[in-house]
């Protein structure tokens, strides 16, 4: 059974880089999108972007400028990089992973980034 | 883009159906079949229940299922039980080649 597991600071200050990766077990992420999706507390879901394999991207066109996304096979990760935080970045972040990249079947249990000084 | 419409909440008594309704544009829920569906529990990470309009994945029960027509697309559950009060999203494929969700939809179930 796959398993993804975000890491990475849980505290940011802002006007920084907020960096995570996400490391997959139990299956490959070769001929998969591979996806962040975030959740502020109390509110909904929102799509931040998927990378292919092959290194080929989309980003939300809302967070386009600020966002970074890379893939590192060999090791079974991706990673993502968030410029400029503010504190309207405060979320759980999950990274997550599908075939096409259109639905997400596989999720990380989610952590928790706070922006603040 | 912008957050696909689904109903804040929806409730339902024990054995009854409900419906959750999705509502897109043409650059999105009109323009594929690829509308998905996902519970989440309070605290625990989004669970994929339906994906490409009305596909169920291994193991999710046959009690749910989804639909679409023209913009807006629907997710039925047969027999509702207790377990299923959660949250519910929607997610659709946009001609942008991303995704957009909807803004959730809270199931109480009475």
């Known amino acids: 059974q796959v398993q993804l597991q975000e890491s990475g600071p849980g505290l940011v200050k802002p006007s920084e880089t907020l960096s995570l990766t996400c490391t997959v077990s139990?299956?490959?992420?070769?001929?998969?999108?591979c996806s962040w999706v975030r959740q502020p507390a109390g509110k909904g879901l929102e799509w931040i972007g998927r990378?292919?394999?092959?290194?080929?991207?989309n980003y939300n066109p809302s967070l386009k400028s600020r966002v970074t996304m890379s893939v590192d096979t060999s090791n079974n990760q991706f990673s993502l990089r968030l410029t400029s935080v503010t504190a309207a970045d405060t979320a759980v972040y999950y990274c997550a992973r599908g075939p096409g990249g259109r639905n997400l079947d596989d999720w990380g249990q989610g952590t928790l980034v706070t922006v603040s000084s | 883009q912008s957050a696909l419409t689904q109903p804040a909440s929806v409730s339902g008594s024990p054995g009854q159906p409900i419906t959750i309704s999705c509502t897109g544009t043409?650059?999105?829920?009109?323009?594929?079949?690829?509308v998905s569906w996902y519970q989440q529990h309070p605290g625990k990470a989004p669970k994929l229940m339906i994906y490409?309009?009305?596909n169920r994945p291994s193991g999710v029960s046959n009690r749910f299922s989804g639909s679409k027509s023209g913009n807006t697309a629907s997710l039925t559950i047969s027999g509702l039980q207790t377990e299923d009060e959660a949250d519910y999203y929607c997610s659709s494929f946009t001609s942008s080649h991303t995704v957009v969700f909807g803004g959730g939809t809270k199931l109480t179930v009475l």
């Open positions: 139990g299956g490959s992420i070769s001929g998969f999108f």
């Open positions: 490409e309009v009305t």
């Open positions: 043409s650059s999105d829920v009109g323009a594929y079949n690829y």
């Open positions: 990378i292919y394999t092959s290194g080929s991207a």
